[in-house]
């Protein structure tokens, strides 16, 4: 008897139910994130301070979230903003593959009976509720109905195709060549970034009978596979260290699939052994889930003893770029205030003197892409961008602590001009990302700079550019010289801004709108912004008479 099926009502059951599956993984994951707020954030940088903390942090919030892909761009994201280091990071991403099993642990336990309701409850609690704890909670039980709903949903209208021949020879054949399943497995997973959508539409189609179960763990141990396309794609463009948090995530996934493949016939022997003892033999979903399991605890466990070698490899493996630049804010320790506020001050002296440099950079950034629309430029001013937040908060909660020891006056001074620092180059990074932003606008406008106005914008940016560099001269080694020119360009910049105004409302009177719009006196007001920031930093420096003080202490 030959099967018919209504080829489009099945196709928009599959895609509906696909669409269905991962909004709800999306909308769950979201509201999870509302209910805890920033305390998820905190949490993650504050107990990830070896690899086994990592590992229980990346099974909690791969649990909440139900996603081991946004567990992993999250962390991934932590990297590139310089909250976390690359083996805290390596931590978390071995127990996020433990996490994620929650979801194929719960489709064992045939949750999709309880889908409607729960979509139901969601619902009414996000429309008829005030607070907005419980509409996030009502969020969460609606995304969670949805999951269970899209698989259904999903399997449903796979399980049409199981008595067509051409389909039980393909999954024979996966069987009788396990390494077609993990390549399967991995082009599945990567194509709709959820190994947990591809383990649940593989558990469906396992309790027809017609999955063997070596095609099953093969297709499950490339799916393991394919869920590293996430954090590839979130390191994309980004740091070192995010690319090579990505890296080690690829490397542990699939040397643990290749292991497995290599043992999968007595593996799938174990997990039959364990389906006869616990079911009678019956292929029942839970089988899957357990073979998922046992597979990621067995990887993890076995990966954990070697996170260092992991770390070394990823970083043969991605060079250190030229223009990348690390920042360790776990520099700032704690312990130190207490023993020595005044290295306290120094160590916060030297990670401010990084942010300095990555303001510098990023102004180097926006004069290139004033001129060259280059969307790597751009990507990268944005990523010095989060970093300088990073340390501007970082530094400043670190410095506030050593305020509350006791501190000679001298100490009080520098603490005092370190505490200014930090707010001027954090202001002047972002006067540079609104010059990315202007430009980023100009650009998808189709607007061009004129000629003069190229010109202009060439003199100002070198004169800031050099002003910049002297800011950070003056700041570091308290050059009052170098103090003193500093002041002598922040004059030069506010004569030449004013200068380039007049000359934009003449040309804008005599050539009209095809080149420039009111977006250049913004540009040259951003500019200006910067020259007086750089003024304020080295006030401080020409204000230090313990300066002068220890220069006359050295000489005598």
């Given at each position: 008897?030959?099967?018919?099926?209504?080829?489009?009502?099945?196709?928009?059951?599959?895609i509906?139910?696909?669409?269905?599956?991962?909004y709800?993984?999306?909308?769950?994951?979201?509201?999870?994130k509302?209910?805890?707020?920033?305390?998820?954030?905190?949490?993650?940088?504050?107990?990830?301070?070896?690899p086994?903390?990592?590992?229980?942090?990346?099974?909690l919030?791969?649990?909440?979230?139900?996603?081991?892909?946004?567990?992993?761009?999250?962390?991934?994201?932590?990297?590139?903003?310089?909250?976390?280091?690359?083996?805290?990071?390596?931590?978390?991403?071995?127990?996020?593959?433990?996490?994620?099993?929650?979801?194929?642990?719960?489709?064992?336990?045939?949750?999709?009976?309880?889908?409607?309701?729960?979509?139901?409850?969601g619902?009414?609690?996000?429309?008829?509720?005030?607070?907005?704890?419980?509409?996030?909670?009502?969020?969460?039980?609606?995304?969670?109905?949805?999951?269970?709903?899209?698989?259904?949903?999903?399997?449903?209208?796979?399980?049409?195709?199981?008595?067509f021949?051409?389909?039980?020879?393909?999954?024979?054949?996966?069987?009788?060549?396990?390494?077609?399943?993990?390549?399967a497995?991995?082009?599945?997973?990567?194509?709709?970034?959820?190994?947990?959508?591809?383990?649940?539409?593989?558990?469906?189609?396992?309790?027809?009978?017609?999955?063997?179960?070596i095609?099953?763990?093969?297709?499950?141990?490339?799916?393991?596979?394919?869920?590293t396309i996430?954090a590839?794609?979130?390191?994309?463009?980004?740091?070192?260290?995010?690319?090579?948090t990505?890296?080690?995530?690829?490397?542990f996934?699939?040397l643990?699939?290749?292991?497995?493949?290599?043992?999968?016939?007595?593996?799938?022997?174990?997990?039959?052994?364990?389906?006869?003892?616990?079911?009678?033999?019956?292929?029942?979903?839970?089988?899957?889930?357990?073979?998922?399991?046992?597979?990621?605890?067995?990887n993890t466990?076995v990966?954990?003893?070697?996170?260092?070698?992991?770390v070394?490899?990823?970083?043969?493996?991605?060079?250190?770029d030229?223009?990348?630049?690390?920042?360790?804010?776990?520099t700032?320790?704690?312990?130190?205030?207490?023993?020595?506020?005044?290295?306290?001050?120094?160590?916060?002296?030297?990670?401010?003197?990084?942010?300095?440099?990555?303001?510098?950079?990023?102004?180097t950034?926006?004069?290139?892409?004033?001129?060259?629309?280059?969307?790597?430029?751009?990507?990268?001013?944005?990523?010095?961008?989060?970093?300088?937040?990073?340390?501007?908060?970082?530094?400043?909660?670190?410095?506030?602590?050593?305020?509350?020891?006791?501190?000679?006056?001298?100490?009080?001074?520098?603490?005092?001009?370190?505490?200014?620092?930090?707010?001027?180059?954090?202001?002047?990074?972002?006067?540079?990302?609104?010059?990315?932003?202007?430009?980023?606008?100009?650009?998808?406008?189709?607007?061009?700079?004129?000629?003069?106005?190229?010109?202009?914008?060439?003199?100002?940016?070198?004169?800031?550019?050099?002003?910049?560099?002297?800011?950070?001269?003056?700041?570091?080694?308290?050059?009052?010289?170098?103090?003193?020119?500093?002041?002598?360009?922040e004059d030069?910049?506010?004569?030449?801004?004013?200068?380039?105004?007049?000359?934009?409302?003449?040309?804008?009177?005599?050539?009209?709108?095809?080149?420039d719009?009111?977006?250049?006196?913004?540009?040259?007001?951003?500019?200006?912004?910067?020259?007086?920031?750089?003024?304020?930093?080295?006030?401080?420096?020409?204000?230090?008479r313990?300066?002068?003080?220890?220069?006359?202490?050295?000489?005598?």
């Open positions: 008897m030959n099967p018919s099926i209504d080829w489009t009502q099945t196709l928009f059951l599959i509906g139910g696909l669409g269905i599956f991962l709800g993984i999306h909308h769950m994951g979201e509201s999870m509302l209910l805890a707020g920033s305390q998820l954030k905190k949490l993650i940088e504050k107990t990830t301070s070896t086994l903390k990592g590992i229980f942090m990346g099974i919030v791969t649990t909440l979230l139900q996603t081991s892909s946004g567990t992993t761009a999250l962390t991934v994201g932590l990297v590139r903003a310089g909250l976390m280091t690359l083996p805290q990071a390596v931590g978390i991403i071995l127990g996020a593959n433990i996490g994620t099993t929650t979801t194929s642990f719960l489709v064992g336990l045939n949750m999709k009976v309880l889908a409607l309701p729960l979509m139901g409850v619902s009414l609690m996000i429309f008829f509720l005030k607070t907005k704890k419980m509409k996030h909670i009502g969020g969460a039980l609606l995304g969670f109905g949805m999951i269970f709903y899209g698989l259904d949903l999903m399997g449903g209208a796979l399980k049409r195709f199981v008595d021949p051409v389909f039980e020879e393909t999954l024979l054949l996966v069987s009788n060549i396990p390494v077609l399943g993990v390549i497995g991995a082009v599945l997973t990567a194509v709709v970034q959820s190994s947990t959508a591809t383990i649940g539409i593989l558990q469906d189609l396992y309790t027809t009978g017609y999955v063997p179960l095609g099953a763990i093969a297709i499950i141990l490339g799916s393991n596979i394919g869920t996430t590839i794609l979130a390191a994309a463009g980004g740091s070192t260290a995010a690319k090579r990505a890296a080690a995530h690829v490397m996934n699939v643990g699939s290749v292991l497995f493949l290599l043992l999968i016939r007595p593996y799938a022997f174990f997990i039959n052994w364990l389906q006869d003892l616990l079911y009678a033999g019956q292929p029942v979903a839970m089988t899957l889930s357990l073979a998922h399991i046992f597979f990621n605890v067995f466990f990966m954990y003893f070697f996170v260092k070698q992991l070394m490899v990823s970083e043969k493996v991605i060079p250190s030229e223009e990348d630049v690390e920042v360790r804010v776990d700032l320790l704690p312990a130190l205030i207490k023993e020595s506020p005044i290295l306290a001050l120094e160590n916060a002296k030297r990670v401010i003197l990084s942010m300095a440099d990555i303001t510098f950079r990023m102004f950034l926006s004069m290139r892409f004033t001129f060259e629309n280059d969307p790597k430029v751009l990507e990268r001013g944005r990523q010095l961008e989060e970093l300088v937040d990073t340390i501007d908060k970082k530094t400043h909660d670190y410095l506030v602590q050593v305020s509350l020891k006791d501190l000679t006056d001298k100490s009080a001074h520098d603490h005092a001009s370190y505490i200014d620092a930090i707010r001027d180059f954090e202001r002047i990074a972002d006067h540079c990302q609104n010059l990315f932003d202007f430009f980023e606008y100009r650009y998808e406008k189709k607007k061009v700079l004129s000629p003069d106005a190229i010109e202009d914008l060439t003199t100002l940016y070198n004169y800031v550019m050099d002003t910049l560099a002297l800011t950070l001269q003056a700041f570091e080694s308290r050059n009052k010289f170098k103090a003193n020119q500093v002041m002598e360009h030069m910049i506010d004569i030449l801004v004013r200068k380039y105004r007049k000359r934009h409302v003449k040309r804008i009177a005599d050539i009209g709108e095809h080149y719009d009111d977006l250049f006196v913004d540009i040259l007001s951003n500019v200006e912004r910067i020259g007086d920031h750089c003024q304020n930093i080295v006030l401080n420096v020409l204000h230090d313990y300066y002068i003080e220890d220069a006359m202490a050295k000489v005598n």
